[in-house]
Structures are given as C-alpha cells and as structure tokens.
C-alpha cells in the first residue's frame, strides 16, 4: 500500500499519516526525516543534500527524488509506506511515477486531506506554544486551565510566528499554487480519494480506513 499525503498547511495530514502508519504498520516518510538520516549516516546523497543546505538553497527534485525512491526500497517498506510533504510540485510528482514505474511499482493512493482556508487560519492562529517547554495547545480545541499558561511547567504561552494569520495565508497562496495542481495529477492518474478534514480528526481517520480497507 503506498500512500501519497495532500492537504494544505494545517489540514492535519501528518496526524492522519501517523495514525495510518500505525494501523497498518508501514512507514511514516517526510523529506525532512530522509535529509537528516542521510546527512547523519554520512551517505553520498546525503552529502550532496548537505553542500545545498548549508548554503541555503533548496535541494534539486531529481536529487530529493534519488533520496525518497533509495528510502522506499529499504525492507520497512516491503508492505507499503505513506510519503508526508512530497511530492510538493508536479515535475516531483512526475519524477516519482517515473522512478517507481522502473521498480515496477506505483502509488495506489493520493490522500487528499481537504479543509477550506478559513477554516485552517483559525485553526493555526489558534495555536500557542510554550517559550519554556514547547508544549502546544489551542484556544479551542485545546486550551489550558488558566488563560496563556502552560499547564505542564507554568511559563508564558505564544503565538508563533508560523501560526500568525498573515503567515498563514502567505503559505497558503505558496501551497495553492505549487502543491494544489497535484489534485488533478493525480486524478488524472486513478489514485485520488479526498476526505472531509474538517470532521473530527477520529472521523477523518475512519473515512481514510474506509477507503483503504480493513
């Protein structure tokens, strides 16, 4: 079962991805967690993502797509894996059809996690963080006993930086134009399934069941 993650900033679908991974005991996969074991294990690309990161620069698809495809063929994901923030664009996506098509494999399911902007504002400008601890929580969803406290070490609640409503409406504009297309990609290629993210995040997870099957 491999499983390509889609959703917005803030949709929720890295939770959804944890929670599949362990239902169906398959890795969990983000970019990130591959650049940072290659670059600690020292392996070639993992140099080579290094020389990009350390300048600032974005690491090149065919250099991120060397390092996801070499990561999907490790014996974990014998039985499937979920891939969480890739791929972000349409050259990624295709670049991923293309290298799994040589091992003779294929994403089966593109997940798409859908929740109107509106909705992710206020869920993200809702956020506060802990300047001491880093615990988080939510004015709503998940507040603290007392008002801008944290419950588990007493210090200061923020808003991040990330979370501000304008900060987020930058990353949605980022998102919707670069990372939305990939909806119709991958209609076009058979595979697309979309779910109501604004439902309770347990609802989400059992729509997501039911579409993958028992």
């Known amino acids: 079962m491999k499983i390509v993650m889609l959703g917005a900033p803030g949709a929720g679908k890295g939770t959804q991805a944890k929670m599949i991974a362990d239902k169906y005991q398959i890795p969990h996969i ?28 974005l690491v090149p698809d065919e250099l991120v797509v060397d390092l996801v495809v070499d990561r999907v063929q490790q014996d974990d994901c014998k039985k ?4 969480d923030g890739f791929p972000r664009t349409i050259p990624q996506a295709e670049a ?10 294929k994403v089966d399911f593109a997940i798409n996690v859908e ?10 400008s809702g956020r506060r963080a802990c300047v001491s601890c880093g615990s988080t ?14 419950d588990k070490c007493g210090n200061e609640l923020i808003l991040r930086e990330d979370d501000k ?12 134009e670069q990372t939305q297309p990939l909806i119709e990609y991958y209609t076009n290629e058979g595979v697309l399934v979309e779910v109501d993210g604004t439902k309770d995040m347990k609802d989400v997870f059992s729509a997501i069941v039911d579409i993958l099957g028992a």
Do not use: W
């Open 30 to 57: 983000s970019t990130g967690d591959i650049f940072r074991a290659n670059i600690s294990n020292g392996t070639e690309l993992g140099k080579k993502a290094k020389t990009y990161m350390d300048q600032g620069l």
């Open 80 to 83: 499937g894996y979920i891939l």
């Open 165 to 176: 409503p304008e900060t987020v409406k930058k990353r949605l504009d980022v998102y919707h």
């Open 137 to 150: 929580y939510h004015i709503v969803y998940n507040p603290t006993k007392v008002e801008g406290v944290c």
């Open 96 to 105: 991923l059809t293309e290298a799994l098509k040589k091992l003779g494999e």
């Open 115 to 124: 929740v109107p902007d509106e909705n992710i504002v206020k869920r993200m």
